[in-house]
């Protein structure tokens, strides 16, 4: 196969009239961090038969395929990604709602849902505003804030396989823990339907809006970063180790780590992936060295 006839094929799975289909896409447009090189292609899949031909045609033509989300807990290499980068609209990024049954598609925003079910008088995600990520994103690494993870209120997750097929998965097969889940072993996080809980708007609202404050209090806002950098470790904050060994505001070429909060990365101007990459084995040697303890990053890696 040469290049041109997987390009071909591609293009003529693109069918839904709003989504979009670019070749040598730069990725830092698409991720919070602002870094990365070009994706071979970015494709905005809006249909589900859109992403079950996408399915079918990765199987046939071997072409890598990565999920973009929002880009929000994204490190892109500087040489970019060989292959498919994909992000979900349309319907697949919808939200409907039956008493307390929601279900929502993998491609909406976790601020958006947040809002919407506040309005509802839903209580449940009121953790998600302040997280910018997509549903899927949260899915996969059962995103979490103040105590809550995503998981928790997951009924049930609908997936792709690579044949292109769907199936329905319960609480139990989608295996959540801490900051993971076994979503990642199939093609594409399609939906869920998550059970919550009645309550009253106006204190849902004051809920949600009170962890956004303490969120844009105590974290780093407008600049550019992929949220926190490391996983915590058990019982301990990775931001107060990386506080406790004098790490704050430590830079490597344009990447530093906040003044603010030690476990965000900043990309204060031009920062390259090598330079992020450096700064995280800079952390992880320094706060070995000092505590003896090992930090794994939380941020996703692509094209490396």
């Known amino acids: 196969h040469t290049k041109m006839t997987w390009k071909g094929a591609l293009a003529r799975i693109h069918c839904f009239p709003n989504s979009r289909l670019r070749y040598r896409e730069p990725l830092s447009k698409h991720t919070y961090f602002g870094i990365g090189g070009e994706a071979d292609v970015y494709f905005e899949v809006g249909t589900v038969a859109e992403l079950s031909a996408l399915a079918r045609f990765h199987k046939r033509w071997d072409v890598p395929v990565a999920v973009l989300g929002r880009g929000s807990n994204l490190l892109v290499n500087d040489t970019g990604f060989k292959g498919i980068c994909i992000r979900l609209i349309g319907e697949l990024a919808q939200l409907e709602l039956e008493d307390s049954i929601v279900s929502v598609g993998a491609g909406l925003s976790l601020p958006r849902l947040s809002k919407v079910m ?24 059962n995103a979490g804030a103040w105590g809550s993870s995503f998981g928790d209120i997951v009924t049930n997750v609908t997936v792709m396989k690579p044949t292109g097929d769907l199936i329905k998965l319960t609480h139990a097969a989608a295996e959540f823990e801490y900051r ?56 301990d904050s990775a931001g107060k180790l990386i506080d406790v060994c004098g790490l704050k505001g430590h830079r490597i070429g344009g990447a530093k780590v906040s003044t603010v909060h030690g476990n965000f990365i900043l990309n204060i101007g031009n920062a390259t992936a090598e330079d992020v990459l450096n700064l995280v084995a800079y952390i992880q040697q320094q706060v070995r060295e000092k505590t003896g303890i090992s930090l794994q990053t939380e941020v996703k890696r692509l094209g490396f």
Do not use: H, W
Not at 195 to 222: C, D, H, W
């Open 180 to 235: 993971q889940s076994g979503l990642s072993d199939y093609f594409c996080v399609v939906a869920a339907t998550l059970s919550l809980i009645p309550g009253n708007v106006e204190t849902i609202t004051a809920r949600m809006k009170e962890f956004y404050k303490q969120k844009v209090t105590t974290q780093p806002f407008a600049e550019e970063n992929a949220g926190c950098m490391f996983k915590n470790p058990p019982g």
């Open 118 to 141: 506040s309005r509802c008088g839903l209580s449940g995600v009121e953790f998600a505003l302040g997280i910018p990520g997509s549903v899927g994103g949260a899915l996969i690494m």
